[in-house]
């Protein structure tokens, strides 16, 4: 709230006839639930990454950044493969927005298992304790002997061993992701057509591990809520029958009806996970619907409690306004 309070959209004016700002809040889960992922090091010091998340909004980018900021190692270096369900061991739904959250947990697990066995072959080379090794940005070190991460993998290699990490989650769930929406409208008094004129989304990330797929997710979050909020209903005729089966006939936004999403990122770590990080697909579809009814009420004085608030509907709306003035 604070974030959107100083944004230069809630400080700027909007002036034109038949104009209304609306403002809304609202949240959805970080559901937990199982995860699994494995790792394996190979010679050249580059890591293949294993796991059974369906990459549907850039979350095979934000494991592999976990992982490879767990092992002090380049992103590159870091080659991620989504597997089906009898090649890695059991993940839940890819939903609920966990993914980077719960599967980011596991894939953390798998970086701090992958530390801890080459910490031990360390160990034999300097003839110390494991516990005495350290590991900072990728190098291990004790004492005056320090090694890089590729340099001990390569050695591992030549004495034919090998170094597979492993990581199973079962959180049951994570504090919430916020969002604030500041959206203002225009609506067409003849038609009861909206128009959406500016929009911005402000949203806690937790940590924005990429921040630009972050935004992305935000704005598509957005679309979808305004899609909820004033075009898109399955209409149905007196047998039962849809009427509006296909894409031209089932409206959905596109590009073209809407103006460029603004996003404003907040950051407040994620106390259950390591990074901090917190799902982000799935809040920014709930305020959009209150947000666009606050702002058509600013602008016509009606208020609307159904969705959606299409053309006819905010029409009717505005005709039986008049009627009982």
């Known amino acids: 709230l604070e974030a959107a309070r100083d944004s230069e959209h809630w400080k700027s004016k909007l002036t ?45 980018t934000s494991l592999v950044m976990q992982l490879a900021e767990t092992l002090g190692i380049d992103d590159v270096d870091v080659h991620p493969r989504v597997v089906d369900t009898e090649s890695v061991g059991y993940t839940d739904v890819t939903g609920g927005s966990r993914v980077t959250f719960a599967t980011g947990l596991a894939v953390y697990n798998v970086g701090l298992d992958i530390r801890a066995q080459m910490a031990d072959f360390a160990a034999k080379l300097w003839e110390c304790d494991s516990a005495d090794v350290t590991f900072t940005d990728g190098v291990f070190s004790h004492n005056g002997d320090s090694i890089a991460f590729k340099q001990l993998a390569e050695k591992i290699h030549e004495s034919g061993g090998t170094v597979v ?29 909206t128009t959406i004129l500016r929009y911005t989304v402000v949203q806690d990330a937790g940590k924005a591990v990429h921040p630009s797929y972050v935004e992305g997710q935000m704005q598509g979050g957005v679309v979808q809520g305004i899609g909820w909020a004033l075009n898109e209903e399955y209409m149905f005729n007196e047998d039962g029958r849809m009427t509006n ?3 031209l006939d089932y409206r959905m936004p596109t590009a073209l009806d809407l103006p460029m999403i603004e996003t404003i990122i907040v950051e407040v770590a994620n106390p259950d996970h390591p990074y901090g990080v917190r799902g982000v697909g799935e809040t920014p579809i709930v305020p959009p619907p ?30 039986a306004k008049h009627d009982d003035e």
């Open 16 to 60: 034109g006839p038949n104009r209304g700002r609306g403002i809304a809040s609202g949240f959805w889960f970080n559901a937990g639930l199982k995860s699994s992922a494995a790792a394996n090091v190979n010679a050249d010091g580059t890591v293949t990454l294993v796991e059974g998340s369906t990459d549907i909004g850039g979350s095979r």
């Open 165 to 193: 990490g492993r990581g199973a989650v079962n959180p049951k769930g994570s504090t919430n992701g916020f969002g604030t929406h500041i959206v203002d409208v225009e609506v067409d008094p003849d038609t009861g057509k």
């Open 245 to 247: 089966p296909t894409l």
């Open 290 to 319: 209150a947000a666009v009814a606050n702002a058509i009420h600013a602008a016509t004085g009606v208020r609307m409690c159904h969705l959606p608030m299409s053309p006819p509907a905010v029409c009717a709306a505005i005709l």
